[in-house]
Nanobody
Framework: HVKLVESGGGSVQSGGSLRLSCAAS????????MGWFHQAPGKEREGIAA???????TYADSVKGRFTIYQDNAKTTLYLQMNSLKPENTGMYYC?????????????????????WGQGTQVTVSS
């Protein structure tokens, strides 16, 4: 059973930074891919970043150059460094993982790519 627990959300002013963490436990293997999704109030959940077992990463255009996804060496903790935050980045952030090996995508992750989800952490960016 895979368990993902996010932390690090909070309130920040526009232009500020936050780092989200996701602790992974259970049957997480180093070949799994992992990602972050964002759900703004009243909107659908959308993928914003993914990291593959190869170390490759991919981002949604809306966060490229501002957000960075990375893992610790043991691949038990996933991070999302968010810089230059904007009010539109407000919402819930979800950690997610996909079983098995995945050939790196050249696109943002999609909901139907995902096998397991965390419970989410709230980020609020004020103008």
């Amino acid at each position: 059973h895979v368990k993902l627990v996010e932390s690090g959300g909070g309130s920040v002013q526009s232009g500020g930074s936050l780092r989200l963490s996701c602790a992974a436990s259970g049957y997480i293997y180093t070949q799994f891919s992992m990602g972050w999704f964002h759900q703004a109030p009243g909107k659908e959940r959308e993928g914003i970043a993914a990291i593959f077992s190869t170390g490759d990463t991919t981002y949604a255009d809306s966060v490229k150059g501002r957000f960075t996804i990375y893992q610790d060496n043991a691949k038990t903790t996933l991070y999302l460094q968010m810089n230059s935050l904007k009010p539109e980045n407000t919402g819930m952030y979800y950690c997610a993982t996909r079983e098995g090996y995945t050939t790196p995508w050249h696109r943002a992750p999609r909901i139907n790519d995902i096998d397991f989800w965390g419970q989410g952490t709230q980020v609020t960016v004020s103008s």
